[in-house]
């Protein structure tokens, strides 16, 4: 399906060229029927020889209503610019120009009107010439001219035989199944309740499916679908259609809104973009300038942030950082127009790079115009990697709402970067850019480093003091872990894998002496402040955290291999009898009540054994 749109100054016979080829006036407002000049946007259809039904949007050609134009003109495969052969090239032609190139609107048709009126041969020739010097400012010198009358039906064939032509090239829009319709017009029918019109891009639509505006967020559902007044199940991107939808009252919702399905789009207050300004301007635009953005259908007052210059000189290009002063529903790869407020004058136009930046951008930082630059024009692989620099590792659908691809674009870009190392998938199924990852290995490596340093005789650093240092959630910490070889974790410590604890020959004897004075009576061992008497807190310490010995509270320790017999005993003894209590274990290890309620009190806090009156039951962890 495919949409063109008419432009081209008030008096140059739009709308009578419309009626003609389509048989339908696109005149719907009283006012612009009695004026003879369209006002707002206008639609028809157009069934070509080849069976395709077209759309056709009239746009206002007068300069008071070129805003009115603007919001129907962004999603138009092609455009027949309208020129009067008793008039010639007027500014609204110029402006009208320079709106499509702006919009990256090439397959443009120029229509000579009104031929029936010039007798003189010497007359058509002259505004043929002019119409050939605009294109070549434009450098389209090799767009087609076809000369009609609206009035005696001459040239007419030939016009549609053309707009098949251009359009038969054309690739058809490519369904990425994320349907986006830039509302332009709002009503209500009575006994269904609001309908919504526009054109739609991006993927189908169907009866049934759920809904959202924006920016306002409601929701709802389709309950019908009208495309060329024809009722319908499903439309597909390019079309024009009318959507009656459900849930959502027409008080909800206006001109600008966009229809999409729930979380697709969001709406954004800031906006990073790429900028040309019209190299007929008077003046430069100035940073911080007051500006109108038009896109899609919506339009809002801005303040133009120019990142990389002071000013941009009529004709020069440069990067912007759009402050928005109201939220609009905008995407990667939107063109927009911008116009001065007062007195209205278009500016110029270009493309939205990131339309939800999270941040106030710094002037004048080579880094960020070079990630502006990679979002621009990096290849599909490199632009998902800039998508995943993010603080945490993402799912890929959140990507793919970022980047705005379809399924297929999204799979090449997703081969294109694992090949190219340029992104990591991690095991559930989430991706992080790899310089993302990199930078937080490093964070981590960087505070392992120096804590294995001050503190060499500790096996790590325990798991929430470094997640504490770090600021980063412990599933973020963990996933680090877990998929980085020069990270390890035992027990609750995390390291560097080739960190080892390293005694000195005088921490060794000290070390083994403490080992002995445990073996000596293995189940009523000395206190662990003996211990450190023997050979100093942090030499007792590095055994707990080697597991040479166990300790079970603040003052109590044992020797790994006898610590483990007691629990072997307490669960076996469980298992047959159902329970054990602190004598039965005093008695069977020829300890004392001390260490026996001091071990069972250990295995309470570990799940092991569960306290009952005065005996331990099975605990959930046994």
């Known amino acids: 399906m495919r949409v063109i ?42 069934d070509l020889p080849d069976g395709e039904t077209i759309g056709i949007v009239d746009v206002p050609g007068h300069r008071d209503f070129i805003e009115n134009m603007l919001a129907g003109v962004g999603g138009i495969d092609a455009a027949l610019l309208v020129i009067a052969a008793d008039e010639g090239i007027m500014p609204q032609t110029r402006e009208h120009l320079a709106i499509l190139q702006l919009l990256d609107i090439k ?9 029936d009126l010039i007798d003189d041969p010497e007359w058509l020739e002259l505004v043929e010439l002019e119409i050939g010097d605009l294109l070549s400012q434009w450098k389209l010198d090799d767009l087609p001219l076809v000369a009609v009358s609206a009035h005696t039906g001459a040239g007419l064939d030939d016009l ?47 009866v049934g499916d759920s809904i959202e505006i924006q920016p306002s967020g409601k929701t709802g559902r389709i309950r019908g679908l009208q495309s060329y007044r024809r009722k319908v199940d499903s439309v597909a991107p390019g ?113 939205i790079i990131n339309a939800h930046p999270g941040r106030r951008l710094k002037r004048f930082q080579p880094q960020i115009i070079d990630e502006l630059e990679l979002r621009a024009s990096g290849t599909p692989g490199e632009r998902m990697a800039l998508a995943a620099r993010a603080d945490a590792p993402q799912r890929l659908d959140d990507l793919q709402k970022t980047l705005g691809y379809g399924d297929e674009e999204l799979s090449l870009a997703l081969d294109e970067a694992m090949r190219e190392g340029l992104i990591r998938r991690l095991g559930d199924q989430r991706y992080w ?12 490596a960087t505070e392992l480093r120096i804590y294995h340093k001050q503190h060499p005789l500790r096996l790590g650093m325990l798991r929430p003091q470094l997640q504490s ?19 390890t974790q035992e027990s609750n410590f995390v390291r560097l894998r080739d960190h080892v604890i390293r005694f000195s020959p005088e921490q060794s004897d000290g070390a083994g002496r403490v080992m002995q004075a445990l073996l000596a009576d293995p189940y009523s061992p000395p206190g662990i402040a003996e211990l450190n008497k023997i050979a100093g807190e942090n030499v007792v310490r590095a055994l707990g955290d080697l597991r040479r010995l166990v300790r079970v509270n603040d003052s109590i320790a044992f020797a790994a291999d006898n ?60």
């Open 433 to 444: 850019a790899a310089e993302s990852w990199q930078q937080a290995v490093q964070s981590v």
């Open 107 to 115: 397959n443009i048709i120029i229509v000579l009107t009104k031929v």
């Open 5 to 46: 749109g008419t432009a081209g100054h008030v008096d140059h016979g739009k709308s009578t060229l419309v009626e003609k080829l389509s048989g339908i006036n696109p005149d719907r407002l009283a006012e612009e029927q009695a004026r003879s000049m369209t006002i707002d946007l206008g639609f028809a259809w157009l």
């Open 563 to 622: 610590y483990d017999r007691l629990v072997s005993e307490i669960r076996r003894h469980i298992r047959e009898s159902d329970e054990i209590d602190a004598k039965t274990l005093r008695d069977k290890f020829g300890t004392s009540r001390k260490y026996a309620i001091a071990v069972l009190e250990h295995l309470d806090s570990l799940g092991v054994t569960q306290r009952v009156g005065d005996v331990r039951k099975r605990g959930r962890n046994l």
């Open 469 to 487: 240092r770090l600021k980063v959630k412990l599933g973020l910490l963990d996933t680090l872990i877990e998929n980085e070889d020069q990270l």
């Open 160 to 206: 549609v035989q053309t707009l098949q032509t251009v359009l038969g090239e054309m690739p058809q829009r490519v369904n990425y199944h994320q349907p986006r319709l830039p509302i332009d017009r709002v009503f209500v029918v009575s006994g269904f309740g609001a309908v919504v019109t526009g054109t739609l891009s991006g993927g189908a639509l169907s």
């Open 239 to 351: 079309s024009r259609v009318a959507v009656n939808v459900a849930g959502i009252s027409s008080g909800d919702i206006q001109r600008g809104d966009v229809l999409t399905y729930p979380g697709q789009v969001q709406p954004t207050l800031l906006a990073d973009a790429y900028f040309t300004q019209l190299s007929d301007m008077q003046r430069p635009l100035t940073h911080n300038a007051e500006v109108k953005i038009f896109c899609g259908a919506c339009e809002t007052l801005a303040n133009a942030r120019l990142l990389d210059a002071d000013s941009l000189a009529p004709g020069s290009s440069g990067w912007l950082q759009l402050r928005l002063r109201h939220p609009v529903p905008l995407s990667r790869g939107d063109r927009f127009i911008l116009r001065y407020p007062s007195p209205a004058e278009t500016i110029g136009g270009g493309l």
